[in-house]
C-alpha cells in the first residue's frame, strides 16, 4: 500500500508539476474537514509551517451558524484565530482530486501556542497519552455505512429533499450481483482511498436498500481517526463527481434501516494483545474485563459522542439491529457492546451503538476515558446476556433522545474527571444548540397530522 507523502516527495512533485494544491485541513466539532486550498509552492515555502484560521470554526452548528453561549469564542470576545500546525506524518495525495495533496492540522491558541483543549483531534490525544502513560496503546477500526442516491446533493437540495431515490432499488447485503450496480462510485472510492494511504479493506452493500458499507484495517487510534474522517469525506466527494449523493444521516427515512458506523476496540501492550489471555473464558484478560466493565457502565454518560443530533436517535429501533441496551454479550448483534474473536489474540470489543454521523476522534476519546476508568478502579464485568437483548427488560438503556444524552453528558463526573470541565462544557452546548435548533422548527409531520384534526 502507498504510504504517507514525504515532505522531499511533496517538494520533487510540485517540482515536475504532477501536484499544484494542498489541502490543509483540521477537524471540526461535527467531524469534518475545513480549512484552506494552498498553492503547493507557497506550502512549501511557508505554510508547512503553520497557518492560520477563525476560532468560530470550532463553536459551529451543521449549518456554519454561529450560535451564543460558548466559552471558548464569542461575538463578545471577537472571534480570533487558532494556528493551524501541519501534522506533517498526515501528508498524504488525494487521488480522487487532480494533482492535490492533503495535511491535517491540529489546532493551538494564537497567542500562547498550546493546544486547543476541546479540538476533536486534541481531545483524542489527551486520551491517548493517559494509556501510553500506563503503557498501553489502543487500537481501533471503524466501519462507515451509508446510503448512496440517485441524484446530486444539489438536485436533491432543490427538490426540498422530496422523493428521494436510492441509487439501488434493492437490499443488497453481501449480494455480489447486486452490489456491483453502484460500482462506478465503490470500486474508485476503494481504490483511491489505497492509493492514498488508507488501508481499505472492503465494501459491501449493506443491509437496506440503497446502503453501502466501507471497511478500514485497523490502526493506532489517532490513525484510525485521522482514516474514518478522510474516507467519509472521499465518498461524498467521489459519489458527487459521479452526479450522485453519498448521505450518513443515519435515519433518513422512518420506514427503511438507519446507518450506523461501528467502533471495533482493543489495547497493546509491547506490540502484543493486552485484551488477550489464552487461559481466560473467551480469551478476554482481567485489563480487558476492566476496560470493558468502564466501557459499558458509562455508556449513558458519553451517548452524545456516538449520537450527537436529534436525527440520531431516531435509528435506535427494536429489529434494526441499532441496539438499545448497555450490555455487552457474544458475538450478539443485538447488544450494545459485540465481543468479536473470542479465544483469539484478535479478541476485541464492538461498540454498535455509534451512528454514521459520529465524530470519530470525539467518540474514541470518550470510549478511552470510560474504559480507563474501568482499569482505574478494578471494575467487574457482568456476565454476557444472550438471546433477544431488545426484550431483555433488565439490561441498562442509552438515552432514548438528545435531549436526554445531554443530561447524562453535562452530568458526569467520569468525563469531566477525563477531558475537564471546558471540554465537557462546550460539547454540551454543541448538543444543546441542536436541540435548541429543532424545537423552534414546525415539521412537516406536524401539520400534516394535525393542520385538520388538530
Known amino acids: 500500500m502507498p504510504g504517507p507523502l514525504t515532505f522531499d516527495a511533496l517538494k520533487a512533485a510540485a517540482k515536475d508539476g504532477s501536484i499544484d494544491t494542498v489541502l490543509v485541513c483540521l477537524i471540526d466539532m461535527q467531524g469534518r474537514l475545513m480549512g484552506k486550498r494552498f498553492h503547493v509552492q507557497n506550502f512549501i515555502d511557508h505554510g508547512w509551517e503553520e497557518t492560520h484560521c477563525c476560532n468560530y470554526l470550532l463553536a459551529t452548528d451543521l449549518e456554519m451558524a454561529t450560535p451564543d453561549g460558548y466559552q471558548s469564542t464569542s461575538w463578545a470576545a471577537g472571534y480570533g484565530d487558532y494556528v493551524m500546525k501541519p501534522d506533517m506524518n498526515t501528508l498524504r495525495p488525494v487521488p480522487w482530486l487532480e494533482g492535490t495533496a492533503m495535511v491535517l492540522c491540529d489546532l493551538l491558541d494564537h497567542h500562547t501556542h498550546k493546544p486547543v483543549p476541546h479540538a476533536p483531534r486534541q481531545v483524542l490525544k489527551d486520551q491517548i497519552a493517559r494509556l501510553e502513560a500506563m503503557g498501553l496503546t489502543p487500537m481501533m477500526a471503524t466501519e462507515l455505512e451509508f446510503f448512496l442516491f440517485e441524484k446530486s446533493f444539489e438536485e436533491i437540495r432543490k427538490s426540498g429533499y422530496r422523493d428521494l431515490e436510492t441509487l439501488s432499488g434493492h437490499n443488497a447485503d453481501y449480494n455480489i450481483m447486486l452490489s456491483a450496480r453502484d460500482e462506478a462510485v465503490m470500486r474508485p472510492l476503494r481504490n483511491h482511498l489505497y492509493a492514498a494511504g488508507i488501508p481499505v479493506e472492503n465494501t459491501k452493500g449493506e ?172 471494575m467487574e464485568l457482568a456476565p454476557p446476556t444472550s438471546g433477544d437483548i431488545y426484550e431483555d427488560g433488565a439490561a441498562g438503556e442509552i438515552p432514548h433522545t438528545l435531549r436526554d444524552a445531554i443530561g447524562t453528558l453535562r452530568g458526569s463526573t467520569m468525563l469531566r474527571e477525563a477531558m475537564g470541565d471546558f471540554v465537557v462544557d462546550h460539547y454540551t452546548r454543541c448538543a444543546e444548540v441542536e436541540q435548541e435548533a429543532f424545537d423552534q422548527v414546525v415539521t412537516d409531520w406536524e401539520i400534516a397530522r394535525g393542520f385538520e384534526h388538530a
Open 207 to 378: 443491509a437496506e436498500t440503497g446502503q453501502e458499507e466501507l471497511n478500514i484495517r485497523y490502526a493506532e487510534a489517532l490513525l484510525c481517526a485521522d482514516h474514518h474522517t478522510i474516507a467519509k469525506h472521499a465518498t461524498k466527494e467521489i459519489a458527487w463527481a459521479h452526479g450522485h449523493a453519498a448521505s450518513f444521516l443515519p435515519k433518513w427515512h422512518h420506514d427503511r434501516v438507519g446507518s450506523a458506523s461501528h467502533v471495533h476496540m482493543s489495547l497493546w501492550k509491547d506490540n502484543e494483545p493486552a485484551f488477550y489471555d489464552p487461559d481466560a473464558e473467551y480469551g478476554m484478560s482481567e485489563l480487558m474485563r476492566s476496560f470493558c466493565a468502564g466501557l459499558i457502565a458509562y455508556a449513558p454518560d458519553y451517548t452524545f459522542f456516538l449520537a450527537p443530533y436529534v436525527n440520531s436517535y431516531k435509528r435506535f429501533m427494536k429489529g434494526t439491529f441499532a441496539p438499545t441496551k448497555t450490555v455487552w454479550s457474544v458475538d450478539n448483534r443485538t447488544a450494545g457492546f459485540r465481543l468479536c474473536g473470542e479465544g483469539t489474540r484478535g479478541v476485541r470489543m464492538e461498540c454498535r451503538i455509534c451512528g454514521s454521523d459520529m465524530n470519530p476522534y470525539l467518540a474514541q476519546a470518550a470510549f478511552l476515558a470510560a474504559g480507563i476508568k474501568g482499569i482505574e478502579n478494578r
